[in-house]
């Protein structure tokens, strides 16, 4: 499996011979195995010249850039070596067509729904009190296939969510993570702070996978395709958030493996430190390397497997053939 580069120094990257390096601010030097590299993400200061630039474009390497509050700033995005005229138009055929959208935004809804009632439900067999958030979540995700709108189904998503989180409370064995309302830019709890850190690190994975596929990144379902420069990875993320990202959260928090000291008051609100961002990055890397066995395939596959598989699965169902059903959790 190719590896994530995290780059936390402030410096430059530049290019020497057939290999990158990226060069702190005191002068060291630390080269990057380019041949062995999905994609870098880099945390800080730092500046870029042409010939790296080149150079990541004939690596097919993207790199994402993330400032100092872990807020993500923008990514470099290779030219396609996958392009496909024929998948932007199916893309974009499904995406004019008001019911064939809505189609695939129900589909993302229920697979996010699915997967968060399959966490509430793993913890309430460990004595977690989560029978009442879990028949509330029940009872709402009927009305996912009954809504005509793009907003009204968001509307039925948002209320899930603030559910789902709730059981945050239950599930999270500390106290100084306890949910009391989502918050972003900037987060103003520990909680919010690294449910915001580990969104936008899988926004970004997704971004690396559907770079290997046909599809464009701009052209989504859920999410309007507007002046926004990515949409799709969205999407796609709304799955896995519960998958990959809770789990990862609650892991680090319950395992006391992150605290308190992992954080730091920053404009008006709360961000992960540096030492916080490694821990989580650490753990979400152990995440997607671990397998499953995949119930379709009989064998076992990585987590960050099951992701190109989904955009694969989404594929299909844009050229008519095979019906697209969500990643669904099986424990």
């Known amino acids: 499996m190719k590896k994530t580069i995290y780059i936390f120094t402030n410096g430059r990257l530049r290019r020497k011979d057939n290999s990158l390096y990226f060069e702190s601010e005191d002068g060291i030097k630390k080269y990057i195995p380019v041949e062995n590299v999905n994609e870098i993400f880099v945390f800080g200061e730092f500046d870029i010249n042409s010939k790296a630039v080149n150079f990541l474009s004939q ?3 993207i790199l994402s850039y993330f400032n100092y509050y872990g807020y993500y700033m923008g990514t ?12 932007i138009l199916r893309q974009s055929e499904y995406y004019l067509d008001s019911k064939k959208r809505i189609v695939i935004a129900k589909k993302f809804i229920k697979g996010a729904v699915e997967n968060q ?37 968001m509307a039925i998503e948002g209320q899930i969510k603030q559910i789902y989180f709730r059981g945050f409370n239950e599930v999270i064995s500390n106290d100084e993570f306890r949910f009391t309302e989502r918050t972003r830019r900037p987060p103003q709890d520990y909680l919010n702070a690294l ?18 596929t046909h599809l464009d990144p701009r052209i989504g379902y859920l999410h309007s395709t507007n002046f926004r420069k990515f ?23 319950n395992k006391g493996v992150i605290s308190s ?37 009989k064998r076992n596959v990585s987590y960050r497997r099951l992701i190109r598989l989904e955009l694969y699965k989404l ?4 050229m008519g053939e095979k019906e697209y059903k969500p990643f669904v959790m099986e424990w």
């Open 59 to 61: 690596k097919e390497i």
């Open 76 to 87: 470099f995005y290779p030219r396609k070596h996958y392009n496909s005229g024929y998948m």
């Open 117 to 153: 009632l399959k966490n509430l439900k793993y913890y309430n067999r460990r004595d977690r009190d989560l029978e009442k958030i879990i028949n509330e979540i029940d009872v709402l995700k009927t009305q996912i296939e009954k809504q005509e709108s793009i907003n009204n189904l």
């Open 195 to 212: 449910i915001s850190f580990s969104n936008v690190i899988i926004y970004n994975y997704i971004l690396s996978e559907i770079y290997k």
């Open 231 to 253: 949409s799709l990875n969205l999407d796609v993320a709304e799955i896995f958030k519960p998958v990959i990202g809770d789990r990862t959260i609650f892991s680090l928090i």
């Open 261 to 297: 000291k992992n954080f730091d008051k920053q404009l008006n609100g709360i961000i992960l430190n540096e030492k916080g961002k490694k821990k989580f990055l650490e753990k979400i890397e152990e995440k997607l390397k671990q397998t499953i066995k995949h119930s379709t395939l």
């Open 315 to 318: 594929e299909k169902h844009l």
